[in-house]
């Protein structure tokens, strides 16, 4: 039942920003789109200024994707609880996005610029 799941490369070039710092700009994007969803970007661990990401307790499972690792945000104005999440070791449907990240947009802009 993973017909439902697509990743693709996202076309163009992304940024995600948050507290007012750009925390990573990429060009090697994907796109996971999951039925009626709507798309999320996931950007690759290298264009992702990783000291503003700290490891979070916080972990959930979901069907068809497997387990995932949060993330907060630390910014000069405070700290975005559990912004940020990745598949470290995702199920077969989603392998092409192990290791890379994908951003609340309700926390964060992720934009194509």
Do not use: C
């Not at 200024?49 to 916080?58: Q, R, V």
């Amino acid at each position: 039942m993973t017909d439902h799941i697509k990743i693709r490369p996202a076309t163009g070039n992304w940024t995600v920003r948050a507290g007012g710092a750009v925390l990573g700009e990429s060009t090697d994007a994907l796109e996971l789109i999951e039925g009626d969803y709507t798309p999320v970007i996931y950007f690759p661990p290298g264009d992702i200024a990783m000291a503003f990401l700290e490891a979070s307790d916080t972990t959930s499972t979901y069907p068809y994707k497997g387990a995932a690792r949060f993330y907060s945000i630390i910014t000069k104005s405070g700290v975005i609880k559990d912004a940020v999440w990745s598949y470290e070791d995702p199920s077969p449907a989603i392998a092409a996005l192990k290791g890379y990240l994908a951003f609340y947009t309700s926390k964060v802009a992720v934009e194509q610029v």
